[in-house]
């Protein structure tokens, strides 16, 4: 699992076109002690939980729910031996 995940941030304009500006956009992560945010929006997992990053330019907003887990060490298969008969 990756503890870095690139955002971009896509602008529609009124025509229908779309402008990215991910990297002259303002992000900022609501909850920063579980995802930080970089000024290009690379967010970069800090401790278990979720967060909300918001990416704002030329006044307008978005969001992503941002949520950090807990990586597995490992898996056990219960029971260790199975006998089964064919009938």
């Given amino acids: ?4 995940q690139q955002l971009t941030a896509t602008l529609t304009l009124s025509s229908g076109a779309t402008e990215t ?6 992000w900022v ?3 920063p002690a579980v995802a930080t945010v970089s000024t290009g929006g690379l ?3 800090v401790a278990v939980g979720t967060t909300t990053v918001t990416a704002t330019a030329q006044g307008k ?3 992503c729910t941002v949520t950090v887990t807990d990586p597995a060490q490992g898996m056990a298969v219960s029971p260790g031996t199975a006998a089964l008969t064919v009938s």
């Fill in 29 to 31: 992560s609501s909850t």
């Fill in 43 to 45: 967010v970069t997992a």
């Fill in 21 to 26: 500006v991910t990297s002259t956009a303002t």
């Fill in 1 to 4: 699992m990756a503890t870095t």
């Fill in 61 to 63: 907003s978005g969001t």
